[in-house]
């Protein structure tokens, strides 16, 4: 395992609150940096998995950091996320909380995750005319990603789980 102490040394933006192997835990502060620091780690830390599982767990926390960056903590340099990451033989697990209000899911008209089925780019034209940027497939993909994605009640918390066979690939 990737020592997390050693790999936020010197980072004023990301406090190292656990180190231990198999469960890290940061709080920092909602900037680019921190987050590309902290995608290092983790895609360090997942090197070992087989095939291109660490590449997609990856991926999956990009996505729901940069959500937890964007729209919960609206970059703001005193705000601070906490983040976790779990791993043992039989799973990881990330844990992510913001400062944010939260989200519901029947209120995302701009996210793919909201779309019914005959209409896959329905949130494409509602981004649109919006003034949004073109996206809103995050969650959608980190569903495909994750075994289980659980959001807390108001939606400021979330945990993606990923199973492993035997402490080696995904189920």
Do not use: C
């Amino acid at each position: 395992m990737v020592d997390a102490r050693r790999a936020f040394s010197g980072d004023p933006a990301i406090e190292v609150q656990s180190a231990l192997p198999g469960w890290t835990r940061l709080q920092f502060t909602p900037h680019q940096g921190a987050r590309e620091r902290i995608i290092g780690f983790v895609h360090s830390a997942m090197a070992d998995l087989p095939g291109d599982l660490g590449e997609q767990l990856t991926l999956a926390v990009d996505e729901l950091l940069g959500n937890s960056i964007e729209h919960g903590a609206r970059a703001d340099a005193a705000a601070t996320i906490n983040f976790t990451f779990l791993r043992t033989s039989r799973l990881i697990v990330f844990h992510i909380r913001d400062p944010g209000a939260g989200f519901s899911f029947d209120a995302m008209a701009h996210a793919a995750i909201s779309n019914p089925p005959k209409e896959p780019l329905r949130h494409a034209h509602y981004r649109a005319q919006a003034g949004m940027r073109p996206g809103g497939f995050g969650i959608m993909l980190v569903k495909q990603i994750a075994d289980e994605l659980l959001y807390s009640e108001t939606g400021n918390e979330v945990v993606l789980i990923k199973y492993l066979d035997n402490g080696a690939g995904s189920h």
